[in-house]
């Protein structure tokens, strides 16, 4: 079962920076989370993935609370490209082998 | 980073029949999973196919019906076996790399569109 709970869909005004907030109340100490995007048609990329500490790439940044039940990824200014489907993923270590649970997602839809 | 191509992109097949699909990725890799994603929903793990073990199957998934050979580190391929309607689904390979294998990327392919009459 995914181990994360989002928002079905959010929008956004092209420009803007856009929020979008993950719960992942169920964390263990060693595990990240990880951010993922599938625009339509396309394969899962990947965004950016953290422990504890907040993090920030070319693409977005991502806030992880101190209790690390919950995190937000920033899009710091959205574009009609990031029009996608954002998946937050807590990642599982079982006997080494790495495993993905991806859950609902949200639906992000960039604004004119 | 990881390049991964898949084979073939979409396909529609007929009710009854199996089909293959072939990933590739440009690197070795240890741990490649096999990922279904039905009309509208999000990705389902199939199984982890690990060169030199059998496949590890996730629950609602078995070998008869999704048979994954890994001959090496570069190829895998995923069988659709006695497909029914209810198979029809985008089928994505994909593969943990990166330096550091506690934090290695997950990379997708572009995924094989599966249309079952």
């Known amino acids: 079962d995914a181990k994360t709970t989002q928002p079905t869909s959010m929008d956004c005004a092209e420009g803007r920076a856009a929020n979008l907030p993950c719960n992942h109340s169920t964390i263990s100490g060693n595990e990240y989370v990880y951010w993922y995007r599938q625009i339509h048609s396309q394969g899962p990329q990947y965004i950016i993935h953290g422990l504890k500490n907040n993090e920030t790439n070319e693409m977005a940044s991502l806030i992880i609370t101190e209790d690390r039940k919950s995190s937000t990824l920033i899009l710091p200014h959205a574009t009609l490209r990031d029009t996608a489907v954002y998946y937050c993923?807590?990642?599982?270590?079982?006997?080494?082998?790495?495993?993905?649970?991806f859950g609902t997602g949200t639906r992000l839809t960039i604004i004119p | 980073s990881a390049v991964i191509s898949q084979k073939p992109s979409r396909d529609i097949c007929q009710r009854g029949t199996s089909l293959t699909i072939q990933c590739q990725v440009d690197s070795q890799v240890t741990m490649m999973f096999w990922y279904r994603q039905q009309p509208g929903q999000s990705l389902t793990l199939i199984a982890t196919a690990n060169q030199g073990s059998e496949a590890t199957y996730e629950s609602g998934f078995v070998i008869d019906k999704f048979p994954i050979s890994r001959p090496n580190l570069t190829f895998s391929t995923l069988t659709v076996s006695n497909m029914s309607p209810e198979d029809s689904s985008i089928y994505l390979c994909s593969v943990v790399a990166g330096h550091l294998a506690n934090t290695g990327e997950l990379f997708f392919g572009e995924g094989s569109r599966l249309t079952v009459l």
């Open positions: 993923i807590v990642r599982e270590r079982f006997f080494g082998n790495e495993k993905l649970t």
